[in-house]
């Protein structure tokens, strides 16, 4: 049953077969889905293997919504192999030949890069600045964490995934360093900043209620938004007594047109059901609250956030 079909013209039906809240659809045309994205400002995290040719979707959404865009270009600084000498208090120590001129090539390249990346956006006719980093692991969680204050989204490249211990530094400043929604799997993606279809995997809470509103303009463009529930409990100090029908109530003032859909888990681990369910309506960003657990836990024993972070087929927005 689709929703166009069983919505009542005001408040919310419930499809007991389906296990379906349907939210009341718009008729008139919602005159924000063209300017929801106009006047933000959004973080793009690269390494230094990035290539121009990965903003070409988004510098063509910067000129029509008139995005500024601030580009981190990341370098990790090799790791300074020093040898100790005598010791005590007369110990001393000295840096092999050659690893400054290493220093100083890398850091080169690095700059090489950040030029010919600014001017390719230049050349789009993109508001943009091009940053170059090069540091050790901490200070490049810093600036990643700088520049998610001052943004509206960060969107983090698919090439830092290469080195797997700044990709996870990246996303952990990215999400407990900044104020920003994180969006995964974006760059190439034309449809993640403003979907057709939303799938939002909601869990009452902080951090899911942040990424619903830092999705918010990402939201207002789709032609449909799911609010997913797996295995939700019905009760006023859980999910509510109509689980998700609150949600829906607030997008749907907001000008989204919504569906709640409460889906069983079935045994399954709830990022692989929430990916499964998101394919299957085709949705072009999932959009979810990360680390309900602590860090720690998911990062020993795997998790819902973990999951979402490391696969790679399906982009998505985060916060905690």
């Not at 979810?288 to 982009?315: C, K, N, W």
Request: aromatic share 6%.
């Amino acid at each position: 049953m689709s929703a166009s079909d069983a919505a009542p013209r005001s408040g919310f039906a419930f499809d007991p077969d389906q296990c379906v809240f349907l939210a009341p659809r718009h008729t008139e045309r919602n005159p924000q889905r063209n300017a929801v994205m106009k006047n933000t400002t959004i973080s793009v995290i690269l390494g230094v293997d990035a290539q121009p040719a990965d903003l070409g979707d988004l510098s063509q959404q910067s000129l029509e919504n008139n995005i500024h865009l601030i580009v981190l270009l990341l370098r990790k600084l090799p790791p300074v192999p020093v040898f100790y000498m005598g010791l005590g208090e007369f110990s001393a120590y000295s840096l092999p030949e050659g690893w400054q001129a290493d220093v100083d090539k890398a850091n080169t390249a690095l700059e090489a890069q950040r030029a010919k990346i600014s001017q390719y956006l230049a050349d789009q006719g993109a508001s943009a600045e091009v940053r170059a980093v090069f540091g050790d692991a901490s200070g490049l969680r810093s600036a990643v964490a700088h520049v998610g204050l001052t943004c509206d989204t960060i969107i983090i490249g698919d090439d830092l995934r290469s080195d797997e211990h700044l990709f996870k530094d990246v996303v952990h400043a990215a999400l407990f360093e900044s104020s920003a929604g994180v969006m995964l799997n974006t760059l190439g993606r034309a449809g993640a900043l403003q979907p057709k279809s939303a799938f939002v995997a909601w869990k009452a809470g902080v951090p899911a209620t942040r990424a619903i509103r830092a999705a918010l303009p990402a939201l207002r463009t789709a032609q449909d938004v799911t609010v997913a529930l797996f295995d939700p409990v019905s009760t006023a100090s859980q999910d509510g007594e109509n689980p998700g029908s609150d949600v829906a109530a607030w997008l749907n003032h907001q000008g989204c047109t919504v569906v709640v859909q409460q889906y069983p888990g079935s045994g399954q681990e709830t990022g692989t059901a929430i990916l499964k369910r998101a394919k299957e309506i085709a949705a072009d960003l999932i959009v979810m609250g990360a680390y309900g657990h602590s860090r720690l836990r998911e990062t020993v024993f795997g998790g819902t956030t973990q999951t979402l972070i490391e696969q790679r087929d399906r982009p998505v927005l985060l916060c905690h």
